[in-house]
């Protein structure tokens, strides 16, 4: 939403070196590093709800971090394992590249307590500035400066394709047999575009089941998906005990979009965080990595002013987008130039690549020859042909195309 005009305030000492608006993933990460390596620095994390990190799981691969980073995060993981595979119509595949996941219930349960009275729940913030924020009881905190970490915004100058899903932790009856992640099984009927079914067995009788659409809309029916969860189980033969929790996400699949456009909405002196600046991969939507990445830069600032950290955030945010324009480029090959029935194939074809690619995609650091090799095999033949690549190729910073100028490119 546009910038509010807050009232005057007196010039005094802040209340704090950092305020973090919003305590996700990404804002959680930032305190963290700096109740670590900077406890000298006076922060304070401002959360509508009662919990930090909402009700999530992420998860990454072992190649997208450093070894040191992920050494220092084995506290807040619930699960890593060696392999990984992916199952499609025609072809099975398993990769001996690691996986792990983290709980958002094991964030709080790890961070609420060294915050303290630094964490505020139950606050909504009903104005920011680059150095202040009042809440809606009319109260106001000030501090050096003013991170927003609250989500995206739907109204933000990106064109979007979305990854929606329902995941269902289930307890069985007896063991389930399956030892690996399956990051994603296509051999389920595919609806509202590209659908895939993601497992994480956390233990031989606990498992999360998550039902992932690439769709043209961010609606979500959870009944409905709810059930599909509920006979994929069935149907593999996994008789449902209890179900543990549940939880839901849109994930942002960008297609194109206006950095400067991007970085003059909103408050526009505020510096941001996490997904709020267009900090996570572009085509698998994975948040992790650039929210730890970000706060590692953070907590090595020796000027915390709103303008220093609002300049470092929007040149890693620039930044990543220019590097990323491969990722917008097949995210616009899927979403556009193949019909949503057809995403299928796009991925299964991509998941023929050899093994190391496909790792170097995940982490987001794909050499020349990984790009020119990726767009022949997704584009040789149909649902993408060459013609159909080369005519979204120019649609990079056009994020004002509409869905019907989507559905004439395709």
Known sequence: MPAQPLPDHDVKAPDFDLILAGGGLANALIAWRLIQRRPEIKICIIEQGERL????????????????????????????????????????????AGYHSMSSDRL????????????????????????????????ALTARCVIDGR?????????????????????????????VPVIMDATVPQLDGYRFVYTLPFSPTRMLIEDTYYSDGPSLDEGVLRARIMAYAAEKGWRVKTVVREETGVLPIVLAGDMDAFWQYGERAVARSGLRAALF??????????????????????????????????????TLWSDRAFFRLINRMMFIAAKPPERVFILERFYRLPAAVIERFFAARLTLADRALIISFMAAKPPVSFPKAISV??????????????????
């Open 151 to 179: 989500g995206p915004d739907a109204h933000m100058p990106l064109a979007l394709g979305f990854q929606k899903f329902m995941g269902v932790e289930i307890e069985t009856a007896q063991p389930h047999g399956e030892t």
């Open 53 to 96: 990190g909402g009700n999530h799981t992420w998860s990454f691969h072992t190649g997208d971090i450093a070894k040191a980073a992920l050494d220092d995060l084995q506290p807040f993981l619930i699960a890593s394992w060696p392999r990984q595979a992916v199952r499609f119509p025609a072809h099975t595949r398993v990769f001996d």
């Open 281 to 318: 991969h572009p085509t698998t939507g994975y948040s992790l990595p650039d929210a730890l990445a970000f706060a590692d830069r953070i907590a090595a600032l020796d000027d915390f002013s709103a303008s220093n950290v609002r300049a470092l955030v929007e040149t890693q945010s620039r």
């Open 393 to 410: 190729m120019g649609q990079q910073s056009a994020w004002t195309f509409t869905a019907k100028a989507k559905r004439d490119a395709s």
């Open 108 to 139: 709080h349960d790890i961070l609420a307590p060294l915050l303290g009275d630094r964490l505020k729940f139950g606050a909504r913030i009903v104005a920011m500035e680059p150095d202040r924020v009042v809440l809606a009881d009319q109260s």
